[in-house]
């Protein structure tokens, strides 16, 4: 165990984790039943084109939500540049710049301008109030994002939407298993599009699916995304290329029988986490919110410098050291990154929560790969940042 | 093949009460399986250590092996080829400018991939010979609104690859190759790859190689690579930050593995093509109304496809043709029908004069089953279908005017 700021890796201590200690859920079923499942798909020699796999992986899951309809894509972002065809959006759509990058991305390719919203400070969801500010005539739809797994307020976003005649859809690419006073993900808004990349709750390696209770919007999906899986021939705007591979599918559905024990495993780490981390001084964990049921897939920190003694910056580089891969989420703020930059110069001011979250969060290592040794760990390291804080300045001072 | 029995009668056909000839469906798609302990071999050391990543090991190992294949300095593997030729026309365009030149009797969702990148689709039309795009045909489309030029290469022979490169020097106007239809080919004994900035190729299950679902950008350019690259991963650069617009066109390590494993029969499964195509030219050598499109045999091909031409002296329309071939089972297709400048879009599209060669080409082609689910001895009994087809036409024709009627 390390003892004082000199023996943290960053200032030439012995890495505390020998393997690296990746930050996503990276929950991979055994190999033995992974073999088996791609042996399958070899025997029925069907690889791809809407096969049973997938289409077994859509009636599981249609079940899971309580949908009914699912409609598996080849990944998240594919399934949300789709989504925004679906609809017939036109002109202009609000969304949270707070996030991953994929979310507004897909906004800009099919056509549409995005509207930035800023965020609640706790929770880090876009609030009603921002969103309700930020609607002109020309916005067409909400696309909200269930960030860390916090269900982003479907029903007053709902009663907005209603009021102003918008269509109001979801990113749920952190919420698979999640749900809002009772009510499974899934069920919000027009639609949701969830994500199966290995870095979240459900594992295909790559993957996602767009769940919806609209049974027009359902088939315009399933007529864009491809011409296999298609139920009643129809008239779109543009087709894409959205499909689904059989090996994904096994793997989603290997996944899937995993999600309960993943889901409790992941409580237990985050739980830990808060009760080591909730004794320190000036660093704060982002928590389900009182609606939220979570499937605890992130564990997220904002440090508060002033109390904290070290900079986010600083504790990133503590913790990277020590063989965690990067506690930064991707991104951050979109609205300072190109293209949006080049833009909307005038918006580089204008979101005070957004900017304030994305210099004090970071993100802990969670997921099936990270026992409750290497959380108490990684604690014990975040301990000895917040005590020894000044001697860390120092040794940085040196180091430079 | 269940019933070897030939057909003697007009009612033997499946489609006027008879037993399909075939008791499963052979199709268009390849469908190649590898070595099953081959691709296992790949996926499980990656698997059981962990080691699944974006853009992980084995994406990498398969981007060098084709590349090597390919003879070009970069590959850039993706979700689909759908994908990869959106990412490669966004990154190609110039900007500012709103045309892409493109083929009418091409893949259906081609003008598509142009509208999700902005792109108005500007038809052009095809020679007869090699069903391909020229210099003759594109340049009456090149204007002051062009961004791009697309080489698409048609099946079984390919399009004018010095013609368009001349006119892409001439124009100053970026040049991509959609080689999708040309996996494993040479042009001057040089390995289809590195012509045009760059070329965009397919991992689909129905294609040469079956990587599930998959596609590539090959390209000797390393400014380009690296463009292409960061747009098919969120705009995200090596180092974490954000270069621009991008999405997620990510292949993954399963679907590399796949398609690694097909790469070690490649060789092997090109001489099946080859033996399948040449079966079907032999037998049907006394069909006088139906040509099988020859490849280029003195290059290299793939020979994955089986192209015919209907002539005149074949005495069904290709319509009937397909309804009695589905009958027996036979997914053969017409050759990318409709044409895409007769189909209504959403989007604004272009074309310059009349496109006489491509509305000719897109009434008179078939591909005939292929692949790795046809042996030689169903192309006998297809063939067998054909020239009873061939021989008792008019009494085919009036069968289905009978059926027409009640």
């Given at each position: 165990m390390k003892k004082g700021a000199g023996s943290l890796a960053l200032f030439g201590?012995?890495?505390?984790?020998?393997?690296p200690l990746s930050i996503?859920?990276?929950?991979f079923v055994g190999w033995d039943r992974v073999e088996h499942a791609l042996r399958g798909i070899f025997s029925r020699r069907?690889?791809?084109?809407?096969?049973p796999l997938v289409q077994e992986l859509e009636e599981r899951l249609a079940g899971f939500f309580g949908v009914r309809h699912v409609l598996c894509m080849t990944n998240a972002t594919i399934g949300l540049m789709i989504a925004a065809k679906a609809l017939g959006l036109t002109g202009k759509v609000l969304v949270p710049?707070?996030?991953?990058?994929g979310t507004v991305q897909s906004l800009t390719w099919a056509g549409l301008e995005p509207i930035f919203c800023d965020i609640d400070p706790v929770t880090h969801l876009i609030t009603v109030a921002s969103a309700e500010q930020g609607i002109t005539p020309e916005v067409s739809a909400i696309l909200g994002v269930h960030l860390w797994g916090n269900i982003c307020h479907p029903g007053e976003l709902a009663r907005v939407a209603d009021e102003k005649g918008l269509r109001l859809y979801f990113d749920a690419a952190h919420a698979f298993g999640c749900s809002c006073n009772g009510v499974p993900?899934?069920?919000?808004?027009d639609m949701e599009i969830f994500s199966f990349h290995?870095?979240?709750?459900?594992?295909?390696l790559e993957g996602g699916c767009i769940a919806t209770n609209d049974d027009n919007l359902a088939e315009i999906i399933r007529n864009i995304r491809?011409?296999?899986?298609?139920?009643k021939s129809m008239t779109v705007s543009v087709t894409g290329n959205g499909r689904m591979s059989e090996a994904q599918a096994a793997l989603a559905l290997l996944s899937l029988e995993d999600f309960p024990r993943n889901r409790a495993a992941n409580q237990e780490r985050f739980e830990l986490y808060q009760k080591r981390l909730s004794?320190?001084?000036?660093i704060r964990l982002v928590c389900p919110s009182s609606e939220t049921q979570s499937n605890y897939q992130h564990v997220v920190a904002e440090i508060d410098e002033a109390a904290f003694g070290l900079s986010r910056t600083v504790l990133t580089s503590i913790i990277e050291a020590?063989?965690?891969?990067?506690?930064?989420?991707?991104?951050?703020?979109?609205?300072?990154?190109e293209p949006y930059r080049t833009l909307y110069p005038?918006?580089?001011?204008?979101?005070h929560q957004t900017d304030k979250v994305s210099s004090r969060f970071l993100q802990l290592p969670t997921g099936k790969h990270v026992s409750g040794e290497d959380i108490q760990t990684l604690c014990d390291i975040i301990t000895i940042a917040r005590e020894q804080a000044g001697d860390i300045r120092a040794l940085l001072k040196v180091k430079e | 093949m269940i019933d070897t029995m030939k057909k003697q009668?007009?009612?033997?056909?499946a489609l006027f009460?008879?037993?399909?000839?075939?008791?499963s469906i052979r199709s268009t798609s390849n469908l190649v399986t590898p070595d099953i302990e081959k691709f296992l071999g790949y996926v499980r050391p990656v698997y059981e250590h962990g080691k699944?990543?974006?853009?992980?090991q084995l994406v990498h190992e398969l981007e060098r092996r084709l590349a090597d294949l390919h003879q070009t300095s970069f590959c850039v593997a993706s979700c689909s080829g759908f994908m990869a030729l959106m990412v490669a026309m966004h990154v190609l365009a110039i900007s500012g400018k709103t045309e892409i030149v493109m083929p009418s009797?091409?893949?259906?969702?081609m003008a598509d991939i142009a509208a999700w990148v902005g792109l108005v689709p500007h038809f052009c039309d095809i020679d007869e010979q090699s069903l391909g795009v020229t210099a003759r045909t594109v340049e009456p489309c090149?204007?002051?609104?062009?961004a791009l030029i697309m080489g698409v290469h048609p099946i079984t022979n390919l399009c004018d690859i010095d013609g368009l490169e001349r006119l892409s020097i001439q124009y100053n106007i970026p040049l991509l190759f959609d080689s999708v239809e040309a996996g494993w080919a040479s042009f001057h004994g040089r390995m289809l790859?590195?012509?045009?900035?760059a070329e965009v190729c397919s991992l689909h299950?129905?294609?040469?190689?079956?990587?599930f679902e998959g596609g590539y950008i090959t390209t000797n350019d390393r400014d380009l690579a690296d463009a292409l690259r960061t747009t098919s991963r969120f705009g995200f650069r090596e180092d974490g930050s954000l270069s621009g617009l991008g999405l997620n066109a990510k292949l993954n390590e399963v679907h590399a593995a796949m398609t690694l494993a097909c790469l070690e029969d490649l060789d092997a499964q090109v001489e099946r093509n080859k033996a399948r195509h040449r079966a079907y030219r032999d037998f049907l050598?006394?069909?006088?109304?139906?040509?099988?499109?020859?490849?280029?045999?003195?290059e290299r091909r793939g020979y994955k496809n089986v192209l015919v031409k209907i002539n005149e002296?074949?005495?069904?329309?290709r319509e009937n043709t397909l309804t009695l071939l589905h009958a027996e089972k036979l997914l053969a297709m017409p050759y990318?029908?409709?044409?895409?400048?007769?189909k209504s879009t959403s989007y604004r599209t272009v074309r310059s004069g009349s496109l006489q060669v491509t509305d000719r080409m897109s009434e008179c082609l078939m591909l005939l089953p292929c692949g790795d689910f046809v042996s030689i001895e169903d192309i006998s009994g297809i063939a067998d279908i054909l020239i009873f087809l061939q021989e008792k036409g008019p009494e085919v024709q009036a069968s289905f005017e009978e059926i027409r009627e009640t």
């Amino acid at each position: 165990m390390k003892k004082g700021a000199g023996s943290l890796a960053l200032f030439g201590g012995n890495p505390a984790f020998t393997r690296p200690l990746s930050i996503g859920q990276r929950n991979f079923v055994g190999w033995d039943r992974v073999e088996h499942a791609l042996r399958g798909i070899f025997s029925r020699r069907y690889y791809t084109n809407h096969g049973p796999l997938v289409q077994e992986l859509e009636e599981r899951l249609a079940g899971f939500f309580g949908v009914r309809h699912v409609l598996c894509m080849t990944n998240a972002t594919i399934g949300l540049m789709i989504a925004a065809k679906a609809l017939g959006l036109t002109g202009k759509v609000l969304v949270p710049s707070f996030g991953f990058p994929g979310t507004v991305q897909s906004l800009t390719w099919a056509g549409l301008e995005p509207i930035f919203c800023d965020i609640d400070p706790v929770t880090h969801l876009i609030t009603v109030a921002s969103a309700e500010q930020g609607i002109t005539p020309e916005v067409s739809a909400i696309l909200g994002v269930h960030l860390w797994g916090n269900i982003c307020h479907p029903g007053e976003l709902a009663r907005v939407a209603d009021e102003k005649g918008l269509r109001l859809y979801f990113d749920a690419a952190h919420a698979f298993g999640c749900s809002c006073n009772g009510v499974p993900a899934g069920q919000f808004g027009d639609m949701e599009i969830f994500s199966f990349h290995m870095d979240n709750m459900l594992n295909s390696l790559e993957g996602g699916c767009i769940a919806t209770n609209d049974d027009n919007l359902a088939e315009i999906i399933r007529n864009i995304r491809s011409s296999y899986g298609i139920r009643k021939s129809m008239t779109v705007s543009v087709t894409g290329n959205g499909r689904m591979s059989e090996a994904q599918a096994a793997l989603a559905l290997l996944s899937l029988e995993d999600f309960p024990r993943n889901r409790a495993a992941n409580q237990e780490r985050f739980e830990l986490y808060q009760k080591r981390l909730s004794v320190i001084d000036g660093i704060r964990l982002v928590c389900p919110s009182s609606e939220t049921q979570s499937n605890y897939q992130h564990v997220v920190a904002e440090i508060d410098e002033a109390a904290f003694g070290l900079s986010r910056t600083v504790l990133t580089s503590i913790i990277e050291a020590e063989n965690v891969g990067s506690p930064l989420y991707p991104a951050g703020s979109i609205h300072h990154h190109e293209p949006y930059r080049t833009l909307y110069p005038g918006l580089q001011e204008a979101f005070h929560q957004t900017d304030k979250v994305s210099s004090r969060f970071l993100q802990l290592p969670t997921g099936k790969h990270v026992s409750g040794e290497d959380i108490q760990t990684l604690c014990d390291i975040i301990t000895i940042a917040r005590e020894q804080a000044g001697d860390i300045r120092a040794l940085l001072k040196v180091k430079e | 093949m269940i019933d070897t029995m030939k057909k003697q009668e007009i009612r033997d056909l499946a489609l006027f009460g008879g037993a399909p000839a075939f008791d499963s469906i052979r199709s268009t798609s390849n469908l190649v399986t590898p070595d099953i302990e081959k691709f296992l071999g790949y996926v499980r050391p990656v698997y059981e250590h962990g080691k699944f990543a974006d853009n992980g090991q084995l994406v990498h190992e398969l981007e060098r092996r084709l590349a090597d294949l390919h003879q070009t300095s970069f590959c850039v593997a993706s979700c689909s080829g759908f994908m990869a030729l959106m990412v490669a026309m966004h990154v190609l365009a110039i900007s500012g400018k709103t045309e892409i030149v493109m083929p009418s009797l091409t893949y259906r969702r081609m003008a598509d991939i142009a509208a999700w990148v902005g792109l108005v689709p500007h038809f052009c039309d095809i020679d007869e010979q090699s069903l391909g795009v020229t210099a003759r045909t594109v340049e009456p489309c090149i204007n002051s609104r062009t961004a791009l030029i697309m080489g698409v290469h048609p099946i079984t022979n390919l399009c004018d690859i010095d013609g368009l490169e001349r006119l892409s020097i001439q124009y100053n106007i970026p040049l991509l190759f959609d080689s999708v239809e040309a996996g494993w080919a040479s042009f001057h004994g040089r390995m289809l790859g590195s012509f045009g900035k760059a070329e965009v190729c397919s991992l689909h299950a129905s294609k040469l190689l079956n990587g599930f679902e998959g596609g590539y950008i090959t390209t000797n350019d390393r400014d380009l690579a690296d463009a292409l690259r960061t747009t098919s991963r969120f705009g995200f650069r090596e180092d974490g930050s954000l270069s621009g617009l991008g999405l997620n066109a990510k292949l993954n390590e399963v679907h590399a593995a796949m398609t690694l494993a097909c790469l070690e029969d490649l060789d092997a499964q090109v001489e099946r093509n080859k033996a399948r195509h040449r079966a079907y030219r032999d037998f049907l050598a006394t069909v006088s109304g139906l040509t099988v499109i020859p490849y280029d045999e003195t290059e290299r091909r793939g020979y994955k496809n089986v192209l015919v031409k209907i002539n005149e002296s074949w005495p069904l329309s290709r319509e009937n043709t397909l309804t009695l071939l589905h009958a027996e089972k036979l997914l053969a297709m017409p050759y990318y029908y409709p044409a895409l400048h007769t189909k209504s879009t959403s989007y604004r599209t272009v074309r310059s004069g009349s496109l006489q060669v491509t509305d000719r080409m897109s009434e008179c082609l078939m591909l005939l089953p292929c692949g790795d689910f046809v042996s030689i001895e169903d192309i006998s009994g297809i063939a067998d279908i054909l020239i009873f087809l061939q021989e008792k036409g008019p009494e085919v024709q009036a069968s289905f005017e009978e059926i027409r009627e009640t």
